[in-house]
Antibody, heavy 121, light 107 residues
Framework: EVQLLESGGGLVQPGGSLRLSCAPS????????MTWVRQAPGKGLEWVSG????????YNADSVKGRFTISRDNSKNTLYLQMNGLSAEDTAVYYC??????????????WGQGTLVTVSS | DIQMTQSPSILSASVGDRVTITCRAS??????LAWYQQKPGKAPKVLIY???NLESGVPSRFSGSGSGTEFTLTISSLQPDDFATYYC?????????FGQGTKLEIK
């Protein structure tokens, strides 16, 4: 059974940093591209970042470019999202998700339960 | 960037109704479109991928159609469990994007 478990969320002050992690199980992590999607309270889904299966290619939404960095350690079976320069607009539940295929461009078949990031002083 | 626009934003309907949600892309995305259902406090669940392919385990009352820039999600006969928020997602580009969502409410 495919499972994705996010961690690392919490309360952070404006301008601060946070690193989210996602621990997958039930599939060969190194064979799949991965994605971070967020959802601000009461709002819709926003695609944030994607990374290829080998980590060689990354893609970021304009809203986080230059501030967020997606990465992965296939030897540790972990996906990361390093978030710097946080502002109140980054307050959201952050989901990690896996696509249907190995392609970096895919629908998102599996989702974690999400981790809440709150940016506030 | 490819913008996705859903309509309507809110849809009121009754059990047994046939409903259709539309998603328009700002440029052609071929058939690289998925539909998701989300209930409060839960992660989204994929219903349809590649515009018209039904995800395994999803009831056959859900169907998707379209290509290019205009797509539809149809629920043939609404069931109580279907009242939720629905999102479309384009994945024609590595920089994916979602529609703003359609909340399906009980009339």
């Amino acid at each position: 059974e495919v499972q994705l478990l996010e961690s690392g969320g919490g309360l952070v002050q404006p301008g601060g940093s946070l690193r989210l992690s996602c621990a997958p199980s039930g599939f060969t992590f190194s064979s799949y591209a991965m994605t971070w999607v967020r959802q601000a309270p009461g709002k819709g889904l926003e695609w944030v970042s994607g990374i290829s299966a080998n980590g060689g290619s990354t893609y970021n939404a304009d809203s986080v470019k230059g501030r967020f960095t997606i990465s992965r350690d296939n030897s540790k079976n972990t996906l990361y999202l390093q978030m710097n320069g946080l502002s109140a607009e980054d307050t959201a539940v952050y989901y990690c998700a896996r696509g249907r295929s190995a392609s970096s461009s895919s629908d998102l078949t599996y989702w974690g339960q999400g981790t809440l990031v709150t940016v506030s002083s | 960037d490819i913008q996705m626009t859903q309509s309507p934003s809110i849809l009121s309907a009754s059990v047994g109704d046939r409903v259709t949600i539309t998603c328009r892309a700002s440029q052609s995305i071929s058939n690289w479109l998925a539909w998701y259902q989300q209930k409060p406090g839960k992660a989204p669940k994929v219903l349809i991928y590649k515009a018209s392919n039904l995800e395994s385990g999803v009831p056959s009352r859900f169907s998707g159609s379209g290509s290019g820039t205009e797509f539809t999600l149809t629920i043939s006969s609404l069931q109580p469990d279907d009242f939720a928020t629905y999102y479309c997602q384009q994945y024609n580009s590595y920089w994916s994007s979602f529609g703003q969502g359609t909340k399906l409410e009980i009339k």
